[in-house]
């Protein structure tokens, strides 16, 4: 952004110029991200950044998120472009938001260089009714880290020896759950239905102790038709894809839970693949269940959405081309 007149210009100094470096980001691709997130102009030299903008409201949100993110370095807590993109768009729409409290909450430690931990309020509220209850819902659109989070805080869960086991499941809707008439031996049949839950772990933990947990059923991953008849006790069950269950196999689900057990239900209901006419179950439980002991509800919005960068550049010229066939289209 080239810096004209009525620009308003301010300077910010970062004293410690190995931290400097990290949070300018190779090549000082964080730098534009914020520049591109907060409509400001950033020049750098040295450890000194020059900020121009035509608000003080867009140089205080380029500033707050700069400087607070050179606080979690300085804490030791690593940055990365997705926090960067995070940290703007929640100080956008909360300026008195304190990234400390939200990024310091770690949920599992998958490596030395990987601590999973959330990027939004939601998400950190959502963590937060996970460790206070024994059933949690969580409804919300794809991209939010409702899974993901689910299956990181039942892998930590299981390391503390807080739980057993973990089961995941899901509803086979596209199978009808007749998964018999499907190819193949049992494990073939599902796992095309299974496999994003395969995949969270995998980003966990070692596949060779994935698949010894899975060989000694620490770890049980099966569609939503094996828990009927079941009590699991001791566990962390997490429902993905909820808003595909009936309201039959919603209850059906949440009275299995036994002793030592605690739950995570995710879905979109913005998604519902069920056979037209039918209900969800996820949508019938938000409203049986809004008001009983010990159970919570977390909803997330588009604003909770995790993208690379260069995904949400992608969506944004995507959005301005369909804005500008519309016009287009209007004119004729």
């Known amino acids: 952004m080239s810096r004209r007149r009525k620009d308003i210009v301010r300077t910010l100094d970062f004293d410690d110029a190995v931290l400097a ?37 867009r140089l205080d ?8 993110l050179y606080g979690l370095l300085q804490q030791g807590r690593p940055v990365h472009p ?7 768009r929640m100080l956008a729409r909360d300026p008195r938001t304190d990234l400390a409290r939200v990024f310091r909450d770690s949920v599992y430690t998958a490596s030395p260089k990987k601590t999973i931990t959330p990027r939004t309020v939601t998400q950190r509220d959502y963590l937060t009714a996970i460790r206070e209850n024994d059933l949690v819902l969580a409804i919300g659109p794809a991209g939010t880290g409702k899974t993901y989070l689910a299956v990181a805080t039942a892998v930590a869960a299981l390391t503390r020896r807080e739980v057993k086991r973990i089961v995941l ?12 008439f499907l190819p193949g031996d049992m494990v073939e049949k599902v796992n095309p239905y299974l496999r994003p839950l395969y995949d969270a772990l995998h980003d966990m933990l070692d596949f060779r102790k994935v698949q010894e947990m899975l060989d ?14 079941r009590t699991l006790n001791d566990a962390f069950v997490i429902l993905d894809e909820a808003q595909n269950t009936t309201p039959e196999q919603m209850k059906m689900f949440l009275t299995r839970l036994g002793f030592g057990s605690r739950a995570v239900v995710t879905g979109d209901v913005t998604q ?14 938000a409203e049986i269940l809004s008001a009983v002991t ?11 959405v995790i993208r690379h960068p260069l995904v ?20 004729h």
């Open 21 to 57: 470096g990290q949070l300018f980001g190779p090549q000082n691709a964080n730098l534009q991200l914020v520049s591109e997130r907060a409509g400001v102009g950033i020049e750098s030299r040295g450890g000194r950044l020059t900020l121009t903008a035509e608000t003080e409201d």
């Open 61 to 68: 949100l380029a500033e707050s998120v700069l400087t607070q």
């Open 82 to 88: 997705q926090d960067v993109d995070c940290a703007c």
């Open 169 to 180: 499941t899901r509803p086979a809707v596209e199978a009808g759950e007749k998964l018999g």
């Open 216 to 229: 000694t059923g620490i770890i049980e991953v099966a569609p939503l038709a094996f828990m009927r008849g």
């Open 272 to 285: 519902i693949d069920l056979p037209a006419g039918s209900r969800s179950g996820l949508i019938q439980a």
């Open 294 to 304: 010990g159970i919570a509800f977390i909803r997330f919005n588009e604003d909770d």
């Open 312 to 331: 949400g550049r992608i969506v944004q010229a995507y959005d301005q081309h369909d804005q500008a066939e519309d016009k287009r289209r209007g004119g």
